[in-house]
């Protein structure tokens, strides 16, 4: 039965334990003191000094090897016996000190009722009905020596049932004690869990979040916006000192909130950002919330919307467009083919041709980009399957178009879909051989495979020996419909940028002497849970 009695959680028990040690060793000195003082034989004239004296002793003492042998105990058993030991002792000293004439019965009481925060239900009771027994018995006893008043009964009954009134009380106001000190812990971990949520909703949102005090102090900063801004902390730090057109347009948003506050631009990493503020009301030091958004994503947002919606609308109508086209570009061969023809006739009805076939390209991109395929990325070793796609592309390019391929040392195994690469590559090169055309009759393109020393990932680059790119062009040479050809579509690039971002690959273009370089960046060849 002892085993099965409840007890509180560990920590609010030690704290009881550590009381009821105290108490204990407190009675005892106190008890020690008083006889060594000779201050009993004043206040108790019934006691029976040699007893009462050897059994505080006796109760200072072992209450102090209990204390060393069972400090932190936390068995049921041994604390029921250390409370059963305490109580008993205490009904000797009673006894020893004259019965009700001393203050042992309340010392008793209060013995009782710190026991009874460590046990529960029965075993706590069983403690108060041996307090109870201990008062009433002795008392019994010493009455037959000197006899009691009718009173000294209605006292000695008191604190007979004080001793079942303690356990009780103790015992329900523990258990509600215990209740509430669960709930909050409960309450406590729900807020910790939110807090934590919170804050990891907020490392993960792509708009950069800032939290502003009323001296402009950054008392929290996301990742995103430590990304956005090129810092790597912000926390405690004035803002002040790290963008002043950010704060500039605090000033201006703060003198009029209803005006929509400029963008601005990041000299550390070219990005150009559009702010926005809300005051928290709520909060004690008149904080401000700072919304940071990239504008180069929202408008490459904008114009996937627009291209979506251009794909849709151009699946609709391709087919009433594709019949003219197809009775234009015909009846323009037919038109050629007449010997009846003058050479300025035969050259406009190439013109018609050409524009015919252009206007063909552009209708199939646009369909290409609104019903392009799921990516099904493969684990793919880019050296075999570079060497066989370039084997391949020689036999189907032009007598004046040449491809040339190195590749380095290392593992190039990666994570690709093989066909949206083959198209890829279709496009880089078609646009390779174009710019090569424009300064060499032999039109040449070079594939090289490698490991980035950086990054340690494979890296395949496309170079041409063309003119080049002009630096105000580079920036929009992923821009859909974009050329700088008469003959080209302003696609290829964008949709190969497309195709390589749904693989986690990354294409971008570097500058360099002689010529232009597209490079693909793939991923790590291991597959993502």
Not at 19 to 24: C, P
Not at 37 to 58: P, V
Not at 199 to 213: P, Y
Not at 329 to 343: F, I, P, R, T, V
Request: with cysteine; glycine share 6%; net charge neutral.
């Amino acid at each position: 039965m002892i085993a099965e009695t409840p007890s509180p959680s560990n920590k609010q028990a030690q704290r009881l334990l550590r009381l009821y040690h105290l108490y204990r060793l407190s009675v005892g000195i106190t008890l020690v003191l008083l006889i060594s003082s000779n201050m009993d034989n004043q206040l108790l004239k019934f006691a029976n000094d040699d007893l009462l004296r050897n059994g505080s002793w006796l109760y200072l003492v072992l209450n102090i090897l209990l204390v060393v042998f069972l400090g932190n105990t936390q068995r049921p058993a041994q604390l029921f016996g250390l409370a059963l030991v305490d109580v008993l002792l205490l009904c000797g000293l009673f006894y020893a000190a004259g019965g009700m004439a001393s203050a042992i019965g309340n010392l008793l009481i209060v013995s009782v009722a710190i026991s009874n925060t460590l046990l529960r239900g029965r075993i706590g009771l069983l403690i108060a009905a041996v307090g109870a027994l201990g008062i009433v018995g002795f008392s019994f006893i010493l009455s037959f020596n000197h006899p009691a008043s009718p009173s000294d009964y209605l006292q000695i009954g008191t604190l007979g049932a004080l001793c079942f009134a303690a356990a009780l009380l103790v015992q329900g106001l523990t258990r509600r004690l215990e209740v509430s000190e669960t709930l909050a812990e409960q309450r406590a971990s729900e807020v910790l869990g939110l807090e934590a949520l919170n804050a990891l909703i907020l490392q993960r949102m792509r708009t950069g979040i800032l939290v502003l005090d009323d001296q402009r102090r950054v008392q929290l900063a996301n990742h995103s916006a430590l990304t956005l801004l090129g810092q790597e902390k912000l926390d405690g730090q004035l803002i002040d000192d790290y963008s002043m057109p950010l704060v500039e347009r605090l000033q201006l948003w703060l003198n009029n909130p209803t005006l929509r506050p400029q963008s601005l631009q990041i000299a550390s990493n070219g990005l150009e950002l559009q702010p926005s503020f809300i005051a928290l009301d709520q909060s004690p030091h008149h904080q401000t919330l700072v919304f940071l958004e990239d504008l180069a994503q929202i408008a490459q947002q904008a114009q996937q919307l627009k291209l979506a919606a251009l794909g849709r609308l151009t699946a609709g109508i391709a087919h009433e467009i594709r019949n003219p086209l197809g009775a234009i570009s015909h009846a323009a061969q037919l038109l050629q083919e007449s010997e009846e023809l003058n050479g300025a006739d035969r050259r406009l009805t190439q013109i018609i041709q050409n524009h015919s076939q252009r206007m063909n390209r552009v209708i199939e991109n646009v369909l290409q980009l609104s019903r392009r395929q799921q990516t099904v990325p493969q684990r793919l070793d880019l050296k075999p399957w570079l060497e066989h796609f370039v084997a391949e592309t020689r036999e189907g390019s032009k007598e004046h178009q040449q491809i040339h391929l190195r590749i380095g040392l290392g593992n190039f195994k990666t994570l690709m879909d093989p066909n949206q690469l083959t198209q890829i590559l279709d496009n880089l090169l078609r646009n390779a051989w174009r710019h090569s055309a424009l300064k060499h009759d032999q039109a040449q393109a070079w594939l090289e495979l490698f490991i980035d020393p950086d990054s340690q990932l494979p890296t395949l680059e496309v170079l041409d020996d063309g003119p080049g790119v002009e630096p105000e062009q580079r920036t929009h040479l992923f821009e859909p419909f974009f050329t700088t050809s008469s003959q080209g579509t302003g696609l290829g690039l964008y949709l190969s940028r497309e195709l390589c971002e749904s693989n986690q690959a990354r294409l971008d273009f570097k500058s360099r002497q002689g010529g232009g370089c597209f490079r693909i960046t793939f991923a790590h060849g291991r597959k993502q849970s």
